[in-house]
C-alpha cells in the first residue's frame, strides 16, 4: 500500500518541496527528489525498493557499456539483446509467472505449483522506462548517462514512478542536469503545477470514485440475471471511472513534474471525442501508445513492408499492450479488439484522424452539415467500440465478458430487478457527476479556458477554482475508504 493520499498531502508533498527549494544546487536539489521518491516507494513497498534500485543499477552498466566509443556495433547489438533480456525477465518472473505456470497446467494438464509472487507497484511503468533509456543509447552513444544518481532519478521521480505517464529518456535527458535557476521551477510553473496537481486530484475523487462505486455495484452481479440496460449503465460508468482515474493521476503526475522544474508531455488528449479507433489510440494513454510505436511497431516494419505486414504489426502491438496491461486472457481480448478494429478502419477506408483531419467547409466557413453528421456518426461508434472492450478490461473473466457483451447487444427486456439497481444508483448525486463527466470528458475546459484567457480573468479564477476542488477532494478523502488508483496494479 502506498502512502495514504491524506499522508502524502499533508506530510510528504509539503517536507519534499520545502527541501528541495533550499537555496542550493541542482545537484542537491536532484538528490532530494531522490530520497523522497525512494521514501515514497519504500513506504509501501519496503522489499521492492531493492529491485527498483537494482533495475536502475543493471540497466546504468548496460547503457554504460553501449555508449562506450570503442565498443564495435555487433558487440553492442548483443549488449542491447541482454539489456532488453533481463528488463522483461524481471518483469516476466513478477507479473506473469503464475499466469505462464496457468497456462502450462491447462494446456498439458500438470499440476505444478502456481507462484504466488506479490506484483511491485508500478514495474511495468519503471520497467518500459529502463529499457527506453537502453534502446535510446543504443541509438544514440551520446544519450549514455555517466551519472548513476541521474539516472536512478529519471527512473525513480515519484510523481510518475507507480502509474505513468511513462517518460521517454530523450525527453527529460536535458532537463536531469539543467532545468529553471539552479533546478528551481518559476513561479508561473509552481503555480501552473499546483493548479494542474488539484485539477487530476478532483478528476479522482470527485468524479472517478463515484463511477467506479457504480461500476463496482454493476459487475459484482452475474451477467447472465442482467439487463442490456444495466450493462450498458455500469460500463459507461467504467468507462468514466478508468479515463478520470488515469487521466486524473496523469495531471497529477506533470502538476507535481512542474512543481520542481520538469516539463511531462501530454498522456491524454479527450479520447472520448474521437471519431476513430485509431484517433483514439493518438489520444488515450499517449506516452504507452508512443512507446510500443517507436520501440516495437517500427522496428517492426511499421507500415514499410505492405499491408498483410502492416496489419500483423498492428495485432502484435496491440497483443502486447493488452498483455502490458495484467497477466490475464480478458486484457489480451482487449488490446486485439482494438487491433482488430484498427485493421476494420484501414480496411474500409474510415482514415479520418485528429484535430489534422480536413473538414469540408460550408458557405460560412465552418463545417458543412455532411461533416457534423459524419463527426457525430463517428463519435459513437467509437462509443459503441470502446465501451464494448473496456467489458473485457473490467470483466474477471473471459467467460464473464462474452456473457455480459451477449447481454448488452440482446437483453433488451427492462426487467424489474436491473431497473431497480439502476434507479438505486441514480441519486441525485450520482447525476450530477454523470453531467460533470459527460460534459469534460469533450474539450470543454479548453475552450472554457481560451475565453477566459481572451477575458485576462483565466488565472485568478483558475487559482480560485483549484483551492475550492483543493478543499472538496480533501473533504472526500477524508470521509471516505482508501481507494487506489486503478494504475497501480499495473
Known amino acids: 500500500m502506498v502512502f495514504s493520499s491524506i499522508i502524502f498531502l499533508t506530510a510528504f508533498l509539503p517536507l519534499s518541496i520545502v527541501l528541495y527549494y533550499l537555496p542550493f544546487s541542482i545537484h542537491y536539489k536532484n538528490s532530494v527528489l531522490i530520497l523522497m521518491s525512494l521514501l515514497f516507494y519504500a513506504f509501501g513497498e519496503p522489499v521492492y525498493v531493492i529491485l527498483m534500485i537494482a533495475s536502475a543499477l543493471y540497466n546504468y552498466a548496460f547503457g554504460r557499456l553501449l555508449g562506450r566509443e570503442a565498443s564495435p556495433q555487433g558487440a553492442r547489438k548483443l549488449v542491447l539483446i541482454a539489456a532488453v533480456t533481463v528488463n522483461l525477465l524481471m518483469l516476466g518472473v513478477f507479473k506473469y509467472a503464475g499466469f505462464v505456470v496457468g497456462v502450462i497446467n491447462d494446456c498439458f494438464k500438470t499440476a505444478i505449483p502456481v507462484p504466488q509472487i506479490t506484483l511491485p507497484i508500478g514495474i511495468s511503468f519503471y520497467t518500459f522506462q529502463a529499457m527506453s533509456y537502453v534502446i535510446d543509447v543504443y541509438r544514440d552513444r551520446q544519450q549514455c548517462q555517466k551519472s548513476f544518481p541521474a539516472l536512478l532519478l529519471y527512473i525513480a521521480f ?207 466557413g465552418g463545417p458543412d452539415r455532411k461533416s457534423v453528421i459524419l463527426s457525430v456518426i463517428g463519435n459513437l461508434y467509437v462509443w459503441v467500440v470502446f465501451l464494448t472492450g473496456w467489458v473485457f478490461f473490467r470483466a474477471e473473466g473471459v467467460g464473464d465478458a462474452f456473457a455480459a457483451i451477449g447481454r448488452m447487444f440482446t437483453a433488451f427486456n427492462a426487467d424489474r430487478h436491473s431497473l431497480s439497481v439502476v434507479l438505486r444508483q441514480l441519486t441525485g448525486y450520482n447525476i450530477f457527476i454523470f453531467a460533470v463527466a459527460i460534459v469534460f470528458a469533450f474539450p470543454v475546459s479548453g475552450m472554457v479556458k481560451k475565453f477566459m484567457e481572451k477575458k485576462k480573468v483565466y488565472k485568478p479564477l483558475a487559482a480560485a477554482a483549484s483551492l475550492v476542488l483543493l478543499a472538496l477532494s480533501i473533504l472526500n478523502l477524508a470521509s471516505a475508504a482508501y481507494n487506489p488508483f486503478i494504475y497501480f496494479r499495473f
Open 158 to 364: 515519484f510523481p510518475q514512478l507507480i502509474a505513468g505517464p511513462i517518460v521517454k529518456y530523450g525527453d527529460i535527458d536535458a532537463q536531469l542536469k539543467s532545468r529553471g535557476k539552479n533546478g528551481a521551477a518559476s513561479p508561473e510553473m509552481i503555480v501552473e503545477g499546483m493548479i494542474r496537481f488539484t485539477k487530476g486530484l478532483a478528476k479522482k475523487v470527485i468524479i472517478a470514485n463515484p463511477m467506479g462505486s457504480i461500476a463496482d455495484t454493476v459487475y459484482a452481479l452475474d451477467p447472465s440475471s442482467c439487463s442490456a440496460l444495466l450493462l450498458w449503465f455500469g460500463t459507461i460508468s467504467y468507462a468514466f471511472q478508468i479515463y478520470y482515474d488515469f487521466s486524473g493521476y496523469s495531471d497529477m503526475a506533470i502538476g507535481l513534474a512542474k512543481m520542481f522544474g520538469f516539463t511531462f508531455k501530454e498522456n491524454f488528449n479527450h479520447p472520448y471525442c474521437s471519431r476513430s479507433i485509431k484517433e483514439f489510440w493518438r489520444r488515450w494513454h499517449i506516452s504507452l501508445s508512443t512507446w510500443f510505436k517507436e520501440y516495437v511497431y517500427i522496428p517492426l516494419g511499421g507500415n514499410r513492408k505492405g499491408r498483410a505486414r502492416t496489419w500483423a504489426n498492428k495485432l502484435i502491438v496491440f497483443f502486447l499492450t493488452g498483455f502490458w496491461h495484467g497477466a490475464n486472457w480478458t486484457f489480451v481480448l482487449w488490446g486485439l479488439f482494438h487491433g482488430l478494429f484498427l485493421i476494420v478502419e484501414d480496411v474500409a477506408g474510415m482514415v479520418r484522424a485528429g484535430k489534422n483531419a480536413p473538414d469540408k467547409t460550408g458557405k460560412d
